[in-house]
């Protein structure tokens, strides 16, 4: 592939991704996690089983408390207009669904400022009607999504054991290589210090050994 060809690359992906988003409705599943204090997205996308065909839809979301045994109504959002039905969730809600269309095909809804109170069940239901040329058809789509708030992020314990690990062997290491250091630098001393007192008793004995028959030097290699 020619470098021209690379820098091609990035700019075809793109277009082919944004043609793709255009179209295409995919049915993700919502997050199921939410946090103390912060905001937590209500994911609902009902896509239109025949997407060419013309359609309206309206959006509305129950909840049903952790231990509570009914949902009751907390926002509707049709005409492109949203409204909160609960006071506990009042000024807490956003869409965060289709915008500028009545066409609704992602129904999602944001909750600001989650609280341990939010913990339970929500239903998301779509009442949708498909307009063709001589009638319409009217359906319906309900989903449920049951969320747990945790008091504060947390990590993965895997996440946190890594970490641990990495420290522990960056530490671990370190010590090793010192004591290697420390054993390497005092083998060589005393080695040293072996050699010295080694060939000063050799050249004691060759010294004596000359002095007694004169013959030393030629021995002493
Ligand atoms: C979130 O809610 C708590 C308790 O209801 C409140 O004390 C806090 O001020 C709120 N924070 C924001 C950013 O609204
Ligand atoms: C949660 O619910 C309890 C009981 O209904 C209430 O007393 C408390 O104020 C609520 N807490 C928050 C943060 O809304
Ligand atoms: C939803 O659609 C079903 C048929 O698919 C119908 O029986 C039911 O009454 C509808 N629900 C509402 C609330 O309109």
Request: aromatic share 12%; hydrophobic share 40%.
């Amino acid at each position: 592939m020619s470098a021209v060809q690379l820098l091609w690359m990035p700019l075809v992906l793109c277009v082919v991704h944004g043609g793709l988003s255009n179209g295409a409705c995919v049915e993700v599943d919502s997050d199921t996690e939410a946090v103390v204090g912060q905001g937590f997205k209500l994911g609902c996308i009902s896509c239109k089983m025949r997407g060419e065909v013309e359609a309206s839809a309206t959006v509305d979301w129950w909840f049903m408390a952790k231990g509570e045994s009914e949902f009751s109504h907390i926002y509707s959002y049709a005409d492109m207009v949203g409204m909160v039905n609960d006071e506990r969730f009042l000024d807490r809600l956003d869409w965060m669904g289709s915008k500028n269309t009545f066409d609704l095909q992602d129904g999602s809804i944001y909750i600001v400022n989650v609280t341990l109170n939010d913990t339970g069940t929500y239903r998301c239901y779509f009442d949708r009607t498909l307009t063709f040329s001589y009638y319409e058809y009217r359906t319906n789509t309900t989903k449920y999504i049951t969320i747990n708030v945790a008091p504060k992020a947390s990590r993965g314990m895997a996440s946190i054991l890594s970490e641990v690990m990495m420290y522990v062997s960056i530490i671990g290491l370190q010590l090793w290589l010192l004591v290697e250091m420390v054993y390497c630098y005092r083998k060589i001393a005393a080695a040293g210090e072996e050699a010295l007192r080694e060939s000063a008793a050799e050249y004691l004995a060759i010294a004596s050994e000359s002095k007694d028959n004169c013959t030393g030097v030629a021995v002493a290699e």
